[in-house]
């Protein structure tokens, strides 16, 4: 009768731990989520702005926003393990980009330029990790 409580003691703190490991997983992948989204949020305006007839100034804000956020990927994924080198070569890739395009996009016409280099920074890494 003793042997069974202190198994299922045993269960109930098992169960108890296998909660928290899986919330703090759970929270990491929405800040994770919430990093991409943002940066999609901010890429779509960035082309809604440079594609529409009325352009008249790139889109600096959002390219702001960008090299922000684009400095988060390398903290935020490395404690779930996406501790691979070339995942961090892909993010210091982005940042270098998004760093220099809020100078760099002068009008419309680069700041086409500056969006096209930012996709294919970001799509680079999709391929192999996404
Ligand atoms: C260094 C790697 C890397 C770079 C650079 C990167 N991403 Fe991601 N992205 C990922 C990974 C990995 C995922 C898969 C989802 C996850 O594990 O969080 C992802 C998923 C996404 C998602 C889907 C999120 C979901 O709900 O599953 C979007 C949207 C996204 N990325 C947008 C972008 C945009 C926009 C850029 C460029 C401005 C970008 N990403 C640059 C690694 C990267």
């Known amino acids: 009768m003793r042997a069974l409580l202190w198994i ?3 269960l109930v703190i098992g ?14 992948s ?13 890429v779509g305006e960035a082309r809604k702005v440079l594609t529409a007839d009325s352009c008249k100034a790139a889109p600096t804000g959002h390219f702001e926003a960008l090299a922000i956020l684009s400095r988060d990927i390398s903290p935020v ?8 080198e ?15 395009a809020p100078g ?3 009008d419309c016409a680069t700041g086409k330029e ?9 799509s680079a890494c999709h391929r192999d990790f996404k």
Not at 16 to 26: D, G, H, R, Y
Not at 30 to 42: E, P, Q, R, T
Not at 77 to 84: A, K, L, N, V
Request: proline share 2%.
């Open 30 to 42: 929405a800040v994770h989520k919430g990093v991409m989204h943002l940066m999609k949020y901010h």
């Open 8 to 10: 299922l003691l045993g």
């Open 86 to 100: 070339l995942f961090g070569q892909y993010a210091e890739k982005l940042v270098s980009v998004t760093a220099s």
């Open 104 to 106: 760099a996009a002068q």
């Open 77 to 84: 994924y490395q404690p779930i393990g996406e501790r691979d």
């Open 114 to 122: 500056q969006l096209g280099l930012i996709n294919e920074r970001c």
């Open 15 to 28: 169960a108890f731990a296998a909660i928290s490991v899986a919330n703090a997983l759970q929270a990491g």
